[in-house]
């Protein structure tokens, strides 16, 4: 009468709704009891073809877009964009805009490490790094409206330099801010730092080994953790980081806990970058003399001066000066990884192809590597701890 | 006779009388529960928003002091979804089953002096019948509402029971030795003459892992793994809306009173305090419930949560031990002595 069903793994649909999966990232899990046999990540729930917006749009106008790319830390993204096509145009930003883009990029790293720390913790189940986390954020957050007028979406980098100079007060709010921000850490780090649940949460879950890394395309971060001293802003410096001084921290064994006190150190070390940049900002231009052919000119000036106007008329309808034909590839280092922009240009003012390397797509893949032989549980720490952002995963 | 003529025979009104006294006392410990997990979730809200740098309730009257009021209005009208493939008249029951086990304990706790609803001799042991029988609620409503999450987290809370309801009732065996009752008021009594009139110092251990398992048998953090939002969204009780969730939140809190209030009885004296608090004879025992109450809240924004497989070690490997070695302690001391 009964019939003998057979036994079958409990098929488990993590997200693209559910509170720890950072956005809509969607794990089916095969389930033996409590133990991951199978994990299978789904992405593509935010794609909005970025890439191919930007194919038909200006170098100039597509810049907003690299915004919504990682939209936790905007302008790491803006500035690994205009580096990439100034490297296409073949121009070279000030060194004032230089180092007002390596401060606005580390700012960018300490914001997005403090929301990867909150969240992290509050999937461990830690609640009040969270809003310690928020706290500090939020500071970052004034700060970039005091600098730019905008919090979120900042779109403050230009080709061939910055839109606006910074004033005396945002540097000395800045200097506050990284006077301070090492104390915050600490405060972090007391809650979490030796605690024997989160220890015991962290140290040997999700390990993955030197080779396994860079076959697996890993980078930031989380390659860093499992030892590989690999950094962009050291093996290929734009900006002003052959200038200012920083170390690369390197973690050991690879597992969730050597992640996190990679990233605890990466934020002391982008804020000694930050301390850095306010005391060596060079005077000077914050715009390339050949600017007017990328960017557009301040509005005054188009309505005063002719020559700003042909620039405004022409930056719209054709697009900055016709970019050089051929191909190029550069990478930035982004709180998440290796942010590379790759550019197929066919000699006019929009890219041929825009192909956008994001490290969140390459980190979302080694997930199933992490999970499966671990717990429910130990999937939510290894979401926390490769660090993806789905807007960026997704493009 | 007529009914009024038995009524007033002088047996049938004392029993009537007794019975009112005890329904009378039914209605206010369970009207002062109600409201004291009215104002524990404020507390809760208040406690753990102070300590994380922001205000907590602040809309619902002055420092909202009424957003209680104004949750409990909510939850009764909210709509009350029963998902199409639950197990409905299971799914009726599991949070009456949970809120009645959690309710009943009450009755066998003496507040004050004399002021107890059911003064049996088998006190002790009823609490922990019920609050085992408050984790049938769980189980039956995560199996209940068919859904995944729900039913891990089912599974997961049978399995805390299991580990936690031996250790904490192992760790009472040392209190019940040292006071040669399970009679809850007895308990309290044999506690004077001891320093500072607490069984917590001499029963150190035992009060040790009562708390521990306290805490996980509360499902509260660290060890609520059965409503690990992160992980389960919300467990159990993910289906629950309404009214019926209502009932799993008054069960939860009720719990965490509940053990709080056995903590005090039997490990800190009950009612007794340095010094006699005049016209409030339940003063000392509040104060110190609401210092365990907070000591949960404390915890809670501290500690990030345990993973399944090692709460489960830690009850078997550390708590049980650790009783049973309270147990051979007290013995032998009880021996030597």
Redesign the interface.
């Known amino acids: 009468m009964a019939e003998v069903n057979e036994v079958k793994e409990l098929v488990v649909n993590m997200g693209p709704q559910h509170p720890a999966t950072h956005g809509v990232l969607r794990l089916v899990l095969q389930l033996d009891g409590e133990t991951v046999v199978k994990c299978t990540p789904h992405v593509g729930y935010l794609h909005r073809g970025i890439e191919k917006l930007g194919e038909n749009m200006t170098y100039l106008s597509a810049l907003p877009l690299t915004d919504r790319l990682d939209y936790i830390a905007s302008m790491s993204n803006n500035v690994g964009y205009v580096v990439a096509v100034e490297k296409l145009f073949g121009i070279e930003a000030p060194e004032r805009a230089k180092f007002i883009r390596t401060m606005v990029a580390e700012m960018s790293r300490i914001s997005s490490h403090i929301i990867w720390l909150g969240t992290h913790a509050l999937d461990i189940g830690a609640m009040t790094p969270f809003l310690y986390a928020f706290r500090e954020r939020e500071w970052i957050l004034d700060l970039f409206e005091m600098l730019c007028g905008a919090r979120l979406t900042v779109s403050y980098p230009r080709i061939g330099g910055v839109r606006n100079d910074v004033t005396q007060e945002f540097l000395d709010s800045l200097y506050r801010f990284a006077e301070e921000f090492p104390k915050r850490i600490e405060e972090y780090e007391t809650l979490i730092d030796k605690n024997r649940i989160w220890l015991k949460r962290t140290k040997g879950i999700g390990i993955i080994s030197k080779e396994e890394a860079i076959n697996w395309g890993l980078t930031g971060a989380t390659l860093r953790g499992s030892g590989v001293p690999y950094d962009v802003r050291k093996y290929a410096p734009y900006d002003a980081y052959d200038k200012v001084e920083f170390d690369i921290p390197i973690g050991e064994n690879g597992d969730v806990y050597d992640r996190y006190r990679v990233r605890m150190a990466e934020m002391r070390q982008a804020n000694r970058i930050l301390k850095q940049c306010i005391e060596k900002l060079p005077e000077g231009p914050i715009m390339a003399p050949d600017a007017p052919k990328f960017t557009l000119p301040p509005k005054d000036r188009v309505l005063k001066d002719m020559e700003s106007l042909i620039h405004h008329f022409v930056l719209i309808t054709k697009g900055p000066m016709a970019a050089p034909e051929g191909e190029i590839y550069v990478a930035t280092e982004v709180p998440k990884g290796e942010l590379g922009f790759y550019f197929v240009s066919d000699g006019t003012g929009r890219p041929y192809r825009m192909r956008v390397r994001a490290p969140s797509f390459v980190h979302a893949s080694v997930l199933p590597r992490l999970c499966e032989g671990g717990l429910v549980a130990d999937v939510i720490a290894n979401i926390g701890t490769i660090d993806i952002v789905l807007g960026e995963c997704d493009r | 006779m007529s009914i009024f003529e038995t009524i007033i025979q002088p047996d049938t009104f004392d029993v009537l009388i007794k019975i009112g006294i005890i329904l009378l006392k039914i209605v206010i410990v369970v009207a002062a529960a109600m409201l004291h997990v009215m104002y524990a979730t404020y507390f809760e809200r208040k406690s753990?928003g102070h300590?994380?740098?922001?205000l907590g309730p602040m809309e619902v009257g002055p420092h909202g002091v009424l957003q209680p009021i104004a949750d409990g209005v909510k939850l009764f009208f909210k709509e009350d979804i029963i998902p199409a493939d639950a197990d409905k008249p299971v799914f009726y029951i599991a949070p009456v089953i949970s809120l009645v086990a959690a309710l009943s304990s009450l009755s066998v706790i003496p507040f004050f002096k004399g002021f107890v609803i059911a003064n049996i001799n088998i006190g002790l042991l009823f609490i922990l019948a019920m609050s085992s029988l408050g984790a049938y609620g769980i189980i039956i409503s995560g199996w209940a509402s068919n859904s995944?999450?729900s039913?891990?987290g089912g599974l997961?809370s049978s399995a805390q029971v299991i580990s936690y309801e031996i250790a904490m009732g192992l760790s009472l065996v040392g209190v019940m030795m040292m006071a040669g009752s399970l009679n809850i008021s007895d308990i309290v009594n044999a506690q004077a003459a001891y320093p500072l009139r607490v069984y917590a110092i001499p029963q150190m251990l035992g009060f040790f892992v009562f708390m521990v398992a306290g805490i996980a048998e509360t499902n509260r953090?660290?060890f609520?793994l059965p409503e690990?939002?992160?992980?389960?969204?919300a467990g159990y009780f993910v289906e629950y809306s309404g009214i019926r969730f209502a009932m799993f939140y008054l069960s939860e809190y009720i719990g965490m009173i509940v053990i709080s209030l056995i903590a005090v009885v039997c490990f800190l004296g009950g009612w007794s305090g340095p010094f006699d608090i005049p016209y409030v004879p339940f003063a000392w025992l509040l104060l110190k419930v609401y210092f365990f109450i907070f000591f949960y809240y404390w915890i809670?924004?501290?500690?990030?949560?345990?993973?399944?497989?090692?709460l489960m070690s830690l009850g078997w490997k550390l708590l049980i031990p650790l009783a049973l070695l309270n147990i051979v302690i007290t013995g032998i001391a009880k021996l030597m002595l």
């Open positions: 753990i300590m994380q740098v922001r995944k999450y039913f891990l997961r953090a660290p609520d690990a939002e992160s992980e389960l969204v809670r924004a501290t500690l990030p949560r345990y993973r399944y497989d090692q």
